[in-house]
């Protein structure tokens, strides 16, 4: 996985690549732990001064920011907001309010929302909680082995064809032996990872929205800030793209040169350092600040901005295109289910959940990518990491 809004992201997407080739080296968790921090806290300082410049320039009253944990708080906000009562947002809000329980409210979110002085939502940010990382992370890298797997399949059919003197196109393979053939090269794609062979493709693992922002406005406000959003000069507009479907946005990927200085020194004077005494780094050492962590870091980083009108957010956390209904549309839609892309996700996971725990050492890796797992084996891994261990037996 290619994170574009961290700063370390060419380190880590080396040791995501070394640990899938089951390549674990003896700093490893410290490495993984203090690039969770610094970048993290990066990312959501970036996000925090993004939607400031952007709301500022098209509110004049002051805004509030509000930190939220669970989708619940976000889909409560939008009952209270009610910037336009058209009948279609009415109506699921009254849908809401009879059955909360059935709108997925206690999903977590690493969010933070901005408010007016009323209380009605303006926009929000947030970074991807860790299990959704692993989750997109295994989308990309299924699809990009899947295409490998496809290429290799493809020869061997070939070489049959020519074994045949016929045209590949004429060749009839019996269901069984394309199942064998599709095996086969699966297998041949997991021993160049166990061998270290393999080539990571970067732009196919490459995930821009680790990092977003989301605003609420009309039609006109939103078309201003677009121009804003073009205009930079703080950032530059890489990719953008309009949903039209019943999940209605603009999404703009954002180049943006942080602010080093004033991430250090927000860092310093939050006392950021007490969020993170449960990772295993003394206070000590954490209370000196994250300056030289970063001293090779990326001076620029990837995040996305969304623009949506009140109607169509509404829209997409109580309605037809509810947020949670198109993550499991995304799961059950996956073109290669194999055991790869499983383990994938699983090791991805256990690499997230090892930069969160209070352990920095880790002596070998639970999970290898020509291996065959359950999830309860990646839950039991992870648990360890917390010192809890399994449930006792019924008997």
Request: with cysteine; glycine share 6%; proline share 4%.
């Amino acid at each position: 996985m290619y994170l574009s809004g961290f700063v370390h992201r060419e380190e880590l997407f080396e040791l995501t690549r070394r640990w899938l080739c089951a390549r674990l080296e003896p700093d490893d968790g410290l490495l993984i732990t203090r690039t969770l921090i610094c970048d993290g806290f990066v990312l959501g300082e970036t996000l925090e001064a993004i939607i400031r410049k952007l709301l500022a320039a098209f509110h004049q009253e002051s805004f509030e920011l509000k930190r939220i944990h669970f989708k619940g708080e976000l889909r409560e906000t939008l009952c209270k907001s009610l910037q336009e009562q058209t009948p279609r947002v009415l109506e699921l809000i009254q849908d809401y309010r009879k059955r909360p329980e059935f709108y997925y409210k206690d999903v977590p979110i690493n969010g933070v929302m901005a408010l007016d002085q009323n209380g009605r939502l303006l926009g929000l940010y947030r970074l991807k909680r860790p299990r959704r990382i692993a989750e997109k992370a295994n989308r990309y890298i299924a699809n990009w082995i899947f295409q490998m797997v496809q290429e290799k399949a493809r020869r061997l059919a070939e070489e049959r064809a020519r074994v045949l003197r016929i045209p590949l196109e004429l060749l009839l393979t019996p269901e069984e032996e394309m199942a064998q053939e599709f095996i086969r090269a699966e297998k041949e794609i997991a021993e160049s990872f166990r061998d270290g062979r393999i080539q990571m493709d970067r732009s196919a693992l490459t995930i821009n929205d680790i990092g977003g922002i989301k605003i609420v406005a009309d039609q006109q406000t939103l078309a201003r800030m677009e121009e804003v959003l073009e205009e930079g000069p703080y950032w530059e507009v890489v990719e953008k793209e309009e949903y039209k479907g019943e999940y209605r946005a603009k999404s703009f990927i954002l180049k943006h040169r942080w602010d080093k200085d004033g991430v250090c020194k927000a860092f310093m004077e939050k006392e950021a350092w007490k969020r993170y005494l449960n990772r295993g780094i003394p206070e000590g050492e954490l209370a000196k600040g994250i300056g030289p962590w970063l001293e090779d870091a990326s001076p620029e980083l990837y995040l996305e901005v969304m623009f949506s009108t009140f109607p169509d957010m509404v829209e997409s956390e109580l309605g037809s295109c509810i947020h949670e209904e198109r993550i499991l549309a995304q799961r059950d839609t996956r073109v290669y289910k194999g055991y790869i892309p499983a383990n994938v996700e699983f090791l991805v996971e256990y690499l997230f959940s090892v930069g969160l725990s209070p352990k920095t050492q880790i002596d070998s890796l639970p999970i290898l990518l020509w291996g065959r797992y359950l999830p309860e084996t990646m839950i039991s891994k992870i648990r360890a990491l917390y010192g809890v261990g399994e449930n006792g037996p019924l008997y």
